[in-house]
């Protein structure tokens, strides 16, 4: 059974930085695609950023994010990385990771202006 965890969420001022991790059990992160979703009180689910493929080297950003967001996979933890720099309030919400379909439970970003 394949299970997500998001840590790492949590409240920055804007300009900050924070790195969301999501640790996968159950399968191998190796291989797979892992999507990052965030929920904004203004806009609705939104995919913010995609890794896929063994090298990890391919990943696709929203235009939102792009240039502030990278997405990375570590094989051993068998965990995959939101790192969010240049925070502004418009960031704020909850972040998922999500992996073969199966969600994790999200973690809350708080952007204070």
């Known amino acids: 059974q394949v299970q997500l965890v998001e840590i790492g969420g949590g409240e920055v001022p804007a300009g900050g930085s924070l790195r969301l991790s999501c640790v996968v059990s159950?399968?191998?992160?190796?291989?797979?695609?892992v999507d990052w979703y965030r929920q904004t009180p203004v806009k609705q689910r939104e995919l913010v950023a995609v890794?896929?493929?063994?090298?990890?080297?391919?990943?696709h950003y929203a235009d939102s994010v792009r240039g502030r967001f990278t997405v990375s996979k570590d094989n051993s933890p068998n965990t995959a990385y939101l790192e969010m720099t240049n925070l502004i309030p418009e960031d704020t919400g909850v972040y998922y990771c999500?992996?073969?379909?199966?969600w994790g439970r999200g973690t809350q970003v708080t952007v204070s202006s």
């Open positions: 999500v992996m073969r379909k199966n």
């Open positions: 159950g399968v191998s992160i190796r291989r797979d695609t």
């Open positions: 890794i896929g493929g063994i090298t990890g080297f391919d990943t």
